[in-house]
Nanobody, 120 residues
């Protein structure tokens, strides 16, 4: 089991910045894909950004140019730098990790989420 703990959420004014962190309970070297999802009240959970062990990244169209995903293997931590925040970015942000489990197949892990609130 991999435990994931998000932090860094909070209240920020529109146009401001936040950096979210996702700390893993074990080395993330073995985790092939990590990503950030978000869910606003009354809406479905959506993918925000993903990063592979090789450093490849993909972003939702709504955050391209504003958000940056990264990972620090030495610190077992993934980050989401969020700039130029908009009220529509407000949501609970969740950390996700997927790793190859051999005969167990692909293993999927989730954090508890961290609240991001953006005021206009």
């Amino acid at each position: 089991q991999v435990q994931l703990v998000e932090s860094g959420g909070g209240l920020v004014q529109a146009g401001g910045s936040l950096r979210l962190s996702c700390a893993a309970s074990e080395s993330i070297v073995s985790i092939y894909v990590m990503g950030w999802y978000r869910q606003a009240p009354g809406k479905q959970r959506e993918l925000v950004a993903v990063i592979t062990s090789g450093g490849s990244t993909n972003y939702a169209d709504s955050v391209k140019g504003r958000f940056t995903i990264s990972r620090d293997n030495a610190k077992n931590t993934m980050y989401l730098q969020m700039n130029s925040l908009k009220p529509e970015d407000a949501a609970v942000y969740y950390c996700n990790a997927q790793k190859f489990g051999g005969l167990r197949g692909v293993l999927d892990y989730w954090g508890q989420g961290t609240q991001v609130t953006v005021s206009s």
